[in-house]
């Protein structure tokens, strides 16, 4: 090797000023790296979402999620073997029906492939579903529209309760409840428990954000949505906002709580992480893995690098596990 004229190896040797406290020792092969790193990332932090578009007889690309589809009921098996086989910890459904309406009764596509899914790896995984209603509604927002368009949060959560014993009646272990009306957490855990639920986990967003990077999602679920959510999402301004929202949700009977989306918020995360005592979730969205996914297209980043790093983010940020569109293929690479 070339060296630098006046200089040899080890020249420093430890004295005249030279570090003796060197941070490098530790980081000077993957060995050592491998024992000293702070979080891990295993197969069975990572829950993979799915989606499932009713009537269709085989899979859909989505253009905005390269890589993501919109699933049939033998398709959405498929890769339910898949993320099994590779260790996930669990599945997120989200259901596309071919009919709207001003209620979202047109639900039944989630219920089938619950069912579906459960069927076919519910011994072996956690299946979960989100329970929301922006996916049937015709307006495309999250809950029932009152006479003067704004979203009734009450009347919301007598339609969140018969999802939820729907879902449960279908066999989700855990339901996702994403919707953001206040109460929700405890009017959906007692309409479980009065149906005979008692086992079913709830999984709280507590902390989802009127963010633009559920951009892509929108094209996945063809949701019909109009205008924002900023009434009943976050302000993406705050964090303390979210330690309540996260409050009131664990004192309603949430089991686990998720802060949405991952990236821009690793701060709320690491807030949330350390004021609850019941597992956190982060929910790394579409938009996060459509910008990696452009960006890396181009040649302008290393995907499986910044894949790989966006995931133990989360984690150090205070995760227990994440939502991610890669949990199948980033399980493949912890093995
Ligand atoms: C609501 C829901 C949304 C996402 C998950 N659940 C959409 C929204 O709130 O606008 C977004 C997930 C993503 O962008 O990956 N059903």
């Not at 040797?13 to 020792?25: A, D, E, I, L």
């Amino acid at each position: 090797e070339k060296l630098c004229p006046g200089l040899s190896p080890g020249s420093g040797g430890g004295g005249g000023g030279f570090p003796s406290v060197r941070p490098r020792r530790l980081r000077q092969s993957p060995a050592m790296r491998r024992l000293v790193s702070e979080v891990r990332l295993n197969p069975a932090d990572l829950v993979l979402p799915l989606f499932v578009k009713e009537d269709i007889p085989e899979a859909r690309p989505i253009r905005s999620m390269p890589g993501v589809y919109q699933h049939s009921r033998d398709s959405l098996r498929r890769a339910a073997h898949e993320a099994v086989a590779a260790g996930v910890g669990g599945l997120m459904l989200f259901g596309v029906p071919t009919e709207r309406d001003h209620c979202g009764t047109t639900d039944a596509v989630l219920n089938d492939s619950i069912a579906d899914v459960i069927a076919e790896v519910g011994k072996d995984t956690v299946v979960m579903s989100d329970l929301c209603l922006d996916e049937f509604t015709d307006h495309g927002h999250c809950g029932i529209l009152a006479a003067d368009g704004s979203v009734d949060n009450d009347a919301t959560l007598l339609r969140y309760a018969e999802m939820a014993v729907a879902q449960a009646d279908a066999g989700a272990h855990v339901l996702g409840l994403s919707g953001m009306m206040d109460g929700q957490v405890g009017v959906v855990r007692a309409a479980l428990d009065a149906a005979g639920h008692t086992n079913t986990v709830i999984l709280a967003y507590a902390a989802k954000y009127a963010s633009g990077f559920y951009g892509p999602f929108r094209e996945a679920v063809e949701s019909q949505l109009q205008g924002d959510r900023r009434t009943y999402q976050q302000d993406p301004a705050n964090a303390a906002e979210a330690l309540r929202e996260v409050a009131l949700d664990v004192a309603e009977g949430a089991d686990i709580i998720m802060v949405k989306p991952a990236l821009p918020y690793l701060d709320v995360l690491r807030q949330v992480a350390d004021a609850v005592d019941v597992p956190v979730a982060a929910y790394q969205v579409s938009g996060e893995y459509a910008m990696v996914e452009a960006a890396a297209a181009n040649g302008w980043i290393n995907r499986e690098q910044v894949m790989m790093e966006t995931l133990i983010g989360a984690r150090r940020a205070g995760a227990d596990f994440v939502l991610t569109y890669w949990a199948t293929e980033a399980a493949g690479y912890l093995d």
